[in-house]
């Protein structure tokens, strides 16, 4: 199955196209978006070479799932899936700020806390703790959202005080992501995994926040599995996960960091046909199904037709 990793379509109405790292956003009519999933991949802030199949199946199809199961506590910009790698939902004006949650001391803040650091985003981390390690309670390390490059560290304080946010909108983002966070955390129990940690991303419409973009995808987030961690953090073990830290250890393994001079290292069909591979058993794991691949030849073709007729329905 070709990967796509690039789109160029022109729908009813079309009347902007955004190409991010990952997504390609098409706005309709000014009133919604079109999400498409593609199948590129990206770590350390840099898109790799070579797409990955399915990759944007399985994110879009764990997003809606994720989004429908959270529906409950805040309204969220999806409105269908009209095709395995595309959901169409409400255009937002976003939050310029990605609200990122921790329930463990992994990742970046793992990184931070090795280089001596305790406090990051303005929250004081408890000393004495060590890698993949619960926090007492999960701590929220907002990023700002940058356009191009690496999001940057903030903290709540200079959010309200750089007025990116108000500060009755900032406790309000606060009070969804803990909620989401919870209910994320407790269907991942069910499946036996651990959500680690995570981010979401919120916008406005008619003055109502919107939870935004995808969540408690691979991509998004970092899960462990629950069967063994307390034996592997006991041991100073690496903890076995499911998220897409596999591709930056790989890279890491092989000199690339997405630092100035370095050089992506060769994509092979191996190395490609096994990240998908990586990337179904995510699916499967989190969402608890069958991954059942999308089918056509012209994959293009077949999102083009899916999207335009549903847009004719609006």
């Known amino acids: 199955m070709e990967a796509i990793v690039k789109t160029n379509f022109n729908f009813p109405g079309q009347t902007s196209h955004y190409v991010g ?21 990206s770590a350390f802030d840099v898109v790799l070479p070579k ?8 994110l879009n199809q764990i997003a809606a799932k994720f989004l429908d199961a959270t529906a409950d506590i ?6 269908a899936v009209p095709d395995p790698m595309v959901t169409v939902g409400h255009k937002c004006e976003p939050f310029k700020v990605e609200m990122v949650i921790r329930g463990y001391l992994s990742g970046h803040a793992w990184r931070e806390y090795k280089a001596g ?25 907002p990023t700002t959202k940058a356009a191009e490059g690496h999001d940057e560290d903030i903290s709540k304080e200079e959010i309200i005080a750089q007025g990116i946010v108000s500060k009755e909108d900032y406790e309000k983002l606060e009070a969804y992501t803990h909620a989401i966070f919870q209910r994320g955390t407790e269907i991942a129990q069910k499946m036996g995994l651990i959500l680690v940690d995570t981010k979401y991303e919120f916008g406005k419409k008619d003055g109502q926040i919107y939870l935004m973009d995808e969540i408690h995808t691979p991509d998004s987030s970092r899960y462990f599995y629950a069967e063994g961690y307390m034996e592997r953090l006991e041991k100073g073990e690496k903890q076995k996960q499911l998220s897409k830290e596999f591709v930056r250890e790989w890279l890491m393994a092989n000199g690339f960091q997405g630092q100035d001079g370095q050089q992506v290292p060769e994509m092979t069909e191996e190395i490609v046909n096994g990240i998908t591979e990586r990337y179904i058993e995510l699916y499967e794991n989190i969402i608890g199904e069958k991954f059942e691949k999308a089918q056509g030849t ?5 999102i083009e037709k899916n999207v335009t007729d549903f847009i004719n329905t609006l």
């Open 117 to 141: 650091k305790r406090t990051i985003c303005g929250v004081e981390m408890p000393d004495g703790m060590v890698e993949n390690q619960k926090f007492p309670h999960p701590i929220i390390t």
């Open 298 to 302: 012209d994959v293009a073709a077949r």
């Open 74 to 79: 805040l309204p969220n910009w999806k409105i």
């Open 21 to 41: 790292k990952v997504r390609d956003v098409y706005g309709i009519d000014d009133k919604y978006l079109v999400m498409v999933v593609s199948d590129r991949i």
């Open 51 to 58: 797409g990955i199949p399915f990759k944007g199946q399985v």
